[in-house]
């Protein structure tokens, strides 16, 4: 089956959360946002500080559940997911990578990206080979055994990335995945994006810098909650 013929890696119609501010206020922090991203498409949203997009993100990585309106990832209805289940689509169809890396400090780059493996049914030696193979992929063979301390930030973000692919999801999410980086290395961060876009992974991208939405195929902005139309990117 084409990637064409498949279903969207994500769909959403209406989706909106509100939170309440207090016993009465309500808080409308995402207004019907209507989202399409097939697969192989390379998606930038982008807004400023308190614009929603924490919250987007958080819905379409399946950490937090809408108040309304559908979200099928990657063909699945998780709108209505109890946490378990959440839990499972997290596992075997987000990846998530994240500004400030997240990686255990006392295990080696390989054994941070083995990590996901441990929750599925798989051979330690396989899940070795496997881990080491994304990080050859990425060029950090050489660095499998050190620990993130001895490793420099852009090298921190490879080993998180090969942690966010090691159980080959669907989606890729991104949140600000150079906001902790010198624009050199966040350069060269958006150019691997860009290189596993072309192998076919599909990748949504959080951002409030608009340089770096601008990598991305396409742009969605979002204001005060309201989720506004795709354009394409200036590097698309």
Known sequence: MTAAALPPVIETRGLSKVYLAGTEAEVV???????????????????????????????????????????????????????????????????????????????????????????????????????????????????????PTELSGGQQQRVAIARALINDPPLLLADEPTGALDSRTGEEILALFKRLRDDGRTIVLITHDAHVAEHAD?????HDGVLGRRRAGAHA
């Open 29 to 147: 922090a995402l207004h019907g946002a209507d989202l399409t991203v097939r697969r192989g498409e390379f998606v930038a949203i982008m807004g400023p500080s308190g614009s929603g997009k924490t919250t987007l993100m958080n819905l379409l990585g399946c950490l937090d559940t809408p108040t309304s309106g559908t979200y099928h990832c990657d063909g699945e209805d998780v709108s209505t997911l109890h946490a378990e289940e959440l839990a499972q689509v997290r596992l075997h169809k987000i990846g998530f990578v994240f500004q400030q890396f997240n990686l255990l400090p006392r295990m080696t780059a390989l054994e941070n990206v083995m990590m996901p493996l441990g929750y599925v049914h798989m051979h330690r030696h396989e899940r070795r080979e496997k881990a080491m193979a994304l990080l050859q992929a990425l060029g950090l063979g050489s660095r499998a055994e050190h620990r």
């Open 218 to 222: 396409a742009i969605y902005e979002i």
